[in-house]
């Protein structure tokens, strides 16, 4: 019992350290978890779904390790525990007979023991592979926001004779969206890994915890286990058979503990060579992310030139446009003061005319009148 309390005592210090860091950072944590609360609220779920697997698997080394020390000291254990639930009803019916094991029986028992103990521990592990995944998810999800969001902020970029700052201001609205799909991304990858991490070395110190208890109850199985020996035999022609019984018993004993060894081994090599093949894969598309991003960013970098470029001509073009509308304007200012002039003189004209045409009417009347009297 003491070992599964000092390992919840350890993890407990490690989770208390590693809330002290989140509080310390909890302004840009609280920031990167705003960017998508649903996506990072999940994260954190599976994240304390996870501590809670951990900590049941120490809990449940206590009583087993309980009724251990009441079989030493000869207590009779009132409801066995589950974890040793088959060696209890086996030490239950054969109490009364004075019961040993033999190496094989015990290999057996210890087996079970383990396969009941790793088949715990696969649960843990998906838990970590499964924050790896949503840290993958979350990232991808993001990037595909942001590479679509900035896909239509250009396609909708349009310059025309409007205001340049509406221009500006709606390049800056429509920016938010492919902004929001990063913080997405970097979130979640920093909340996925971070559990992982977290749950991680949970798992070593709960694997730390049942190694412990293991080996005691492989101890403890082994002061019960009895070997078959000559010892005790008189008669000459049952010595040897009793001498190659042992030999070979030992003997397969030795050979099946040497195969779960290495099938044991191998396994552990596959499991090492698939973990690196995901931490390869893991990588590669970390990579393949930073490359994306890269060329996002000169994309964007281009683009803010083009544009600056776009924008310097543009208004090249309207302080000219301006200059001509000042000059056409004074044509049209000067036209429209000589039009005036014009009318006045026309209409000086119409009234000068038939005043002058009256006035050499009458002459020639009179010039006609002297003419006429004049004459004989």
């Not at 949503?134 to 896909?151: E, Q, S, Y």
């Not at 969206?177 to 798992?203: C, E, H, K, N, Y």
Request: hydrophobic share 45%; proline share 3%.
């Amino acid at each position: 019992m003491r070992e599964s309390k000092q390992m919840m005592v350890w993890m407990a210090l490690f989770l208390a350290v590693a809330a002290l860091i989140c509080g310390v950072l909890f302004p840009p944590l609280a920031s990167a978890f705003a960017a998508n609360r649903v996506f990072n609220g999940l994260i954190l779920g599976v994240l304390l779904i996870g501590i809670v697997i951990n900590f049941i698997q120490v809990l449940r080394l206590e009583p087993a390790s309980a009724w251990i020390d009441d079989r030493e000291r000869g207590i009779p254990a009132q409801r066995p525990p589950r974890l040793l639930a088959p060696m209890a009803r086996m030490f239950r019916s054969r109490e009364e007979e004075g019961f040993r094991l033999s190496a094989m029986a015990m290999r057996s028992l210890l087996d079970g023991v383990r396969l009941r103990l790793d088949e715990a521990r696969d649960i843990a592990r998906y838990m970590v592979g499964l924050l790896i995944f949503l840290g993958l998810l979350g990232t991808f999800w993001g990037l595909l926001d942001t590479v679509g969001g900035v896909a239509r902020v250009i396609s909708g970029l349009s310059i025309g004779a409007g205001d340049m700052s509406g221009v500006f201001d709606a390049l800056k609205r429509d920016l938010q969206g492919p902004l929001s799909g990063m913080g997405t991304a970097f979130s979640s990858s920093l909340f996925g890994l971070g559990g992982a991490v977290i749950l991680g070395v949970l798992d070593l110190q709960a694997g730390h915890a049942q190694n412990r208890f293991y080996n005691r109850l492989e101890e403890w199985l082994s002061g019960m286990t009895h070997l078959p020996s000559g010892k005790g035999m008189i008669e000459g022609d049952q010595l040897l058979p009793t001498y190659i019984e042992a030999l070979l018993e030992q003997t397969a004993e030795n050979l099946e503990q040497l195969q779960r060894t290495m099938t044991r081994g191998e396994e552990d090599r596959r499991a090492m060579q698939g973990n690196l093949d995901r931490l390869t894969e893991q990588l590669a598309a970390l990579t393949d992310q930073l490359r994306a991003e890269q060329r996002l960013t000169l994309n964007l970098a281009k683009n803010q030139t083009d544009l600056q470029s776009t924008i310097a001509a543009l208004a090249n073009q309207m302080s000219g446009a301006f200059s001509g509308y000042e000059q056409i304007r004074d044509h049209l200012r000067s036209a429209d003061v000589s039009l005036s002039r014009l009318v006045k003189e026309v209409s000086l004209a119409r009234e000068q005319v038939p005043e002058e045409m009256r006035k050499e009417f009458r002459l020639l009347v009179q010039s006609v009148g002297r003419d006429s009297r004049t004459r004989p």
